[in-house]
């Protein structure tokens, strides 16, 4: 499963806002609930958030293998 943990550290870091993703990336709340809840997004989305905060995919997403899949 591909959690975004390291997004919220990221941002923290960066001292950004969810309110600043909306605005600077164009991303709803909606999806900010989605990534919050760890739900799939678009990839488009994640190339926004890494082109607004300037970052690496590694950066704002990981892979944690699922309990269902060991």
Not at 39 to 53: P, R
Request: aromatic letters at 8%.
């Amino acid at each position: 499963m591909i959690v975004f943990y390291r997004l919220w550290q990221t941002m923290n870091n960066k001292k950004v806002s969810t309110y600043f993703l909306r605005e600077k990336a164009g991303i709803d709340s909606k999806t900010i609930r989605r990534l919050k809840a760890n739900e799939n997004i678009e990839t488009k989305t994640l190339n926004k958030i890494c082109s607004v905060l300037e970052c690496r995919l590694e950066d704002i997403a990981e892979f944690i293998e699922d309990d269902d899949n060991k």
